[in-house]
């Protein structure tokens, strides 16, 4: 059995929570959280943007902290989970690895490429694995790209354009605190940024260009270049003022005998596809791809199982691995220059 410590209760603690009771022969023994109302089993207050509303939760058997160096001290955790504010991920990992658990982080890694260095060579010296939360190749239409473009059937790749746009959450707190979340750089963009990485390997150089808000990136467009000259690749990212579309992302990828497509939005509350999974094949062919429910709970099911597969094998996850969730925060670190510096220059 392997026994797994959640340590932050948010909705994204919820959402985790709820997705190891579907993993066989893994259990949720001890969560750590500061809101001891929460830690009752009372969820009520916890809202997302998907899957579930916070409800009464019977946590008989669940050891329950409200301090980390106590949930470390008194239970024999596998896995330590983090789901904290991005600005504590760091502080919570270092501690967890120190006393040899394995490690899951949400993203972004941390606000400091610096801390994600000092993050996965802690894992390399306690000879940990250390995963990050970077759920998006498990979408369905993130898995089916991935899965196309890495199998080769299509021929090589040869680039692609990424969007992710959402209505300024103006009901979270800190959202566009430097020091606390980063803003849509690091709370949205990140996702984009880690999957170019996993496509593509990494960016020599980008070009941004865009708007800021309270000194960071609030809506921009960059263009990637890459040791391979022959990739062309885009991103599309920020916030927008009107709340009517709450959240856009999308893809369209080339590769040498095909092209894929794919554009979701959620307009006045409901969300549609705008393009659905689509392959444009080489016989002039415009190919509708059906991938199933998506359901996002099932993405994070599978992100997790990864990470449990990760643990039980004590071999690094392909895709969550600390060295490419660490180059997803260099690659935002990257834009974030290009864009203060054109600023500067203009």
Same mark, same amino acid.
């Given at each position: ?10 909705f ?12 066989p ?19 009520t ?20 902290f409200?301090s ?7 239970? %024999? ?14 502080q919570a990992?270092?501690?967890?690895l120190?006393?040899? %658990? ?28 250390l995963?990050?939360?970077h759920v998006l190749p ?5 898995? !089916?790209?991935?899965?196309a473009?890495t199998?080769g ?8 354009a ?8 103006? !009901?979270l707190?800190?959202? !566009? %605190? ?5 803003g849509p ?10 999957? +170019? ?7 020599s ?8 808000r309270?000194?960071?990136?609030e809506f !921009? ?6 040791p391979?000259s022959?990739?062309?690749?885009e ?21 040498e ?21 689509t ?13 199933g ?8 099911a599978?992100e997790?199982?990864?990470? +449990?597969?990760?643990?039980? %094998? ?8 600390g060295?490419l ?5 260099k +690659?935002?670190?990257m834009?974030a220059?290009?864009?203060?510096a ?5």
């Open positions: 059995m392997i026994e797994v410590g959640i340590v932050g209760l948010g994204m603690g919820m959402i985790h929570y709820l997705s190891y009771q579907k993993i022969g893994v259990r949720v023994a001890a969560i750590c959280e500061t809101n001891e109302k929460r830690l009752t089993g009372d969820w207050d916890i809202k997302g943007n998907f899957g579930p509303a916070g409800e009464q939760m019977d946590l008989s058997g669940v050891a329950t409200t980390l160096d106590e949930m470390l001290a008194s239970t %024999k955790l596998d896995v330590v989970d983090v789901t904290l504010p991005p600005a504590l991920h760091a990992t270092l501690k967890a120190a006393a040899g %658990k394995h490690v899951f982080c949400e993203k972004p890694m941390s606000l400091s490429l610096a801390e994600c260095q000092r993050m996965s060579a802690a894992a390399k010296a306690a000879d940990r694995r995963c990050v939360g498990f979408f369905p239409e993130y898995a !089916w790209a991935y899965e473009a199998s059937r299509y021929g090589a790749l040869r680039g692609g990424f969007r992710r746009v959402i209505s300024n959450p103006a !009901w707190t800190n959202y !566009w %605190k430097a020091d606390q979340v980063g750089l690091f709370d949205l963009h990140v996702h984009d940024a880690h999957f +170019i990485r996993l496509l593509f390997g990494m960016p150089s980008v070009v941004s260009r865009g708007r800021t309270d000194g960071l990136p !921009w467009h960059s263009f990637f270049s890459f391979n022959d990739y062309v690749v991103a599309t990212s920020g916030t927008t003022d009107q709340q009517g579309r709450a959240f856009n992302h999308g893809f369209e990828i080339h590769l005998r095909a092209t894929l497509l794919f554009e979701f939005s959620v307009l006045n509350g409901q969300g549609a596809y705008l393009c659905p999974p392959i444009l094949d080489e016989n002039g062919n415009a190919e509708r791809v059906e991938l429910s998506g359901d996002p709970m099932d993405a994070f599978a997790l199982r990864n990470v +449990i597969e990760s643990v039980r %094998k004590n071999q690094e996850s392909e895709i969550l691995n060295r969730a660490e180059d997803a925060v +690659i935002c670190d834009e220059a290009s864009i203060a054109s600023r500067v220059a203009s």
